[in-house]
């Protein structure tokens, strides 16, 4: 491995400036993790560009729970995840639990790039 690839470092998300004033940055796992954050949480049609980006999975916060649903929730989740990252990522465990306002997401996966398998939670709350 190249020094240069070692020294990768990614803008972070969401956009920020660091104690410096320069735009914060993230080493490979935190901006793999803020990739996955953006898929999850983000709505389709919600990027102008990219208007099937993301899984929609705020949009069924209040959605009534029922074991039919967090099974499509999983499916759709793992389909977004192949989608939009299955170069970065291997997805291997995967929890969506929804109560309330809040959506969780528990999620194992390997980094392709290094091997290295991460476990994170993700929150999401619905807006008030």
């Known amino acids: ?16 400036i660091d104690r ?18 953006q898929v999850l ?14 899984c929609g999975l705020l949009d069924l916060v209040f959605a009534p729970s029922s074991p039919e649903l967090t099974s499509t929730l999983e499916l759709s989740v793992q389909a977004s995840l192949q989608r939009w990252l299955g170069d970065l990522i291997e997805v291997e465990a995967l ?20 091997g290295a398998v991460r476990e994170d939670v993700f929150e999401g709350r619905a807006a008030a």
């Open 1 to 16: 491995m190249s020094t240069r690839s070692r020294l990768r470092s990614d803008l972070a998300f969401p956009f920020r």
């Open 20 to 37: 410096r004033g320069r735009s914060a940055h993230a080493d490979r796992d935190e901006h793999i993790r803020d990739l996955i954050e």
């Open 41 to 54: 949480f983000t709505s389709p049609g919600e990027r102008v560009m990219r208007p099937d980006f993301g």
């Open 95 to 114: 929890d969506v639990n929804s109560e309330e306002n809040v959506v969780r997401v528990q999620l194992r996966y390997a980094v392709r790039a290094t």
